[in-house]
């Protein structure tokens, strides 16, 4: 799924913007549309009504995703990705990260339930693309988290490189974009101090992340969303910005 030559898609997570739209769905929507937003990720599960209001706004769902597939309950998620019609599932980490991630074994322990995950999503016609946070980025023995993914789960794993956290846990963006080319076609791009788990996240330009190096590598993604997991200032207006500089990068 190569994407190289073609213009990046700029959309929003809207993890990003939960508590508005929590507030005021439409009218959320509305102040999206009309800043020029065209994608977003993780509108899968909507209803009629609310797919009707995207559809107004001009906003089309670019991606979606879950936990990972590999039973009957988890592949629920991945069944309404297909049925939405998206090429691509995301699964945002394991929720046990801290037991998954503990140690060399573990994360092979993990790796076994991936690889089983990214065949169940290719027998359904979907990509799935892991989400990263810091701990995949960080060293284990001498190996980046996601490189020993790669090496237990295979080629058919991609990623939605988020490449704030990637840096939280130590690993040059720019480097892990080029280290892995094609199997990113989406990445996630949030700002801050780069310091811990816990920043407090600004709007795009005004951080540490370098984010033109990013773009410049990020060679084969087609979608870059922006996510603020929190802002130090309102929350629409931090997405407003970031759309604005991205824009003149993109």
């Not at 060293?139 to 840096?167: C, H, N, P, S």
């Not at 720019?174 to 280290?179: F, P, R």
Request: some cysteine; proline content about 3%.
């Amino acid at each position: 799924m190569s994407t190289k030559g073609q213009q990046m898609k700029i959309g929003l997570q809207l993890f990003t913007v939960r508590n508005e739209l929590k507030e005021d769905f439409a009218g959320t929507m509305k102040f999206l549309g009309d800043i020029g937003l065209e994608y977003v990720e993780g509108a899968m599960s909507y209803d009629d009504e609310k797919a009707k209001i995207l559809a107004d706004n001009n906003i089309k769902n670019a991606s979606g995703g879950g936990p990972l597939p590999i039973d009957d309950e988890s592949k629920k998620a991945l069944d309404q990705a297909v049925a939405c019609g998206l090429q691509r599932y995301v699964v945002f980490s394991p929720q046990n990260w801290q037991e998954d991630f503990k140690t060399l074994d573990n994360i092979k322990a993990y790796c076994a339930l991936l690889k089983q995950g990214v065949a169940n999503a290719k027998a359904a016609g979907v990509q799935l693309c892991y989400h990263n946070h810091w701990f995949e980025a960080e060293l284990y023995d001498g190996k980046r988290g996601y490189q020993i993914m790669m090496d237990e789960v295979g080629d058919d794993l991609a990623f939605e490189i988020d490449t704030y956290w990637a840096a939280v846990g130590g690993s040059d963006p720019a480097s892990v974009l080029d280290e892995l080319g094609e199997k990113v076609p989406l990445i996630h791009i949030k700002d801050g101090p780069i310091g811990s788990n816990e920043d407090t996240m600004c709007p795009l330009g005004l951080g540490k992340l370098d984010i033109p190096a990013i773009i410049k590598h990020a060679k084969h993604a087609e979608y870059a969303f922006i996510e603020l997991d929190n802002s130090d200032r309102d929350i629409l207006e931090s997405v407003k910005i970031s759309l604005e500089y991205l824009n003149t990068l993109v």
